[in-house]
Nanobody
Framework: QVQLVESGGGLVQAGESLRLSCAAS????????MAWFRQAAGKEREFVSA???????HAGDAVKGRFTISRDSAKNTIYLQMNSLKPEDTAVYYC????????????????????WGQGTQVTVSS
């Protein structure tokens, strides 16, 4: 059974940085696409960033140039380095995983991801 555990959330001020982690277990990590999604209060969950087993990354327009996703296969962990945070980045951030079928057309589609973490809250004050 796949388990994803996020950590690293917290309260920061606008302009500051934060790094989220997601530790995976029960999965052949090297065979999975890993991603971050977020959901702000009263809004739908949205794609943040994803990374393939070969370290190809994709970022949503709202975070391009500010957020960087990375993965450490030795630790079965992915990270989300968030710089220049804005109040609109406030949300619950979720880690997600899906089997790598080599088709990245739907890499941003949350319904394609089969495993999810419990989420970690990020709050950015102005």
């Amino acid at each position: 059974q796949v388990q994803l555990v996020e950590s690293g959330g917290g309260l920061v001020q606008a302009g500051e940085s934060l790094r989220l982690s997601c530790a995976a277990s029960g999965v052949n990590f090297r065979m999975y696409v890993m991603a971050w999604f977020r959901q702000a209060a009263g809004k739908e969950r949205e794609f943040v960033s994803a990374i393939t087993p070969r370290n190809r990354s994709h970022a949503g327009d709202a975070v391009k140039g500010r957020f960087t996703i990375s993965r450490d296969s030795a630790k079965n962990t992915i990270y989300l380095q968030m710089n220049s945070l804005k109040p609109e980045d406030t949300a619950v951030y979720y880690c997600a995983a899906k089997w790598d079928d080599g088709n990245y057309y739907y890499i941003t589609a949350q319904h394609r991801y089969t495993s999810w973490g419990q989420g970690t809250q990020v709050t950015v004050s102005s």
